[in-house]
């Protein structure tokens, strides 16, 4: 059964920083695109940003210059540092791992931003 689990999500402050990490086991990670998504009440899923096996990164318009997604292929984890959180950013942020027809999905972790 292939389960991904993100964490680090939580509460913080306009202008803070938070990390978010996602691990998963059950499928060969390297195949993988990654990526991290996000639902606030009342809207749709979107991508936030996107990484390849390579390297190669996709980010959307609204998060470029301040987050930055990473993976590591030994730990088969990917990462997402957020900074300058701004109050728009709240939302569930769920992980994605992509490759072919599969997609697998993690649970999902809060980030409220908030004063």
């Known amino acids: 059964q292939v389960q991904l689990v993100e964490s680090g999500g939580g509460l913080v402050q306009p202008g803070g920083s938070l990390r978010l990490s996602c691990g998963g086991s059950g499928y060969i990670f390297m195949l993988y695109v990654m990526g991290w998504y996000r639902q606030a009440p009342g809207k749709q899923r979107e991508l936030v940003a996107s990484?390849?096996?390579?390297?190669?990164?996709v980010y959307s318009d609204s998060v470029k210059g301040r987050f930055t997604i990473s993976r590591d292929n030994a730990k088969k984890t990917v990462d997402l540092q957020m900074n300058s959180l701004k109050s728009e950013d709240t939302a569930v942020y769920y992980c994605?791992?992509?490759?072919?027809?599969?997609?697998?999905w993690g649970q999902g972790t809060q980030v409220t931003v908030s004063s």
């Open positions: 994605n791992a992509r490759f072919s027809n599969t997609n697998y």
């Open positions: 990484i390849t096996t390579s390297g190669t990164t």
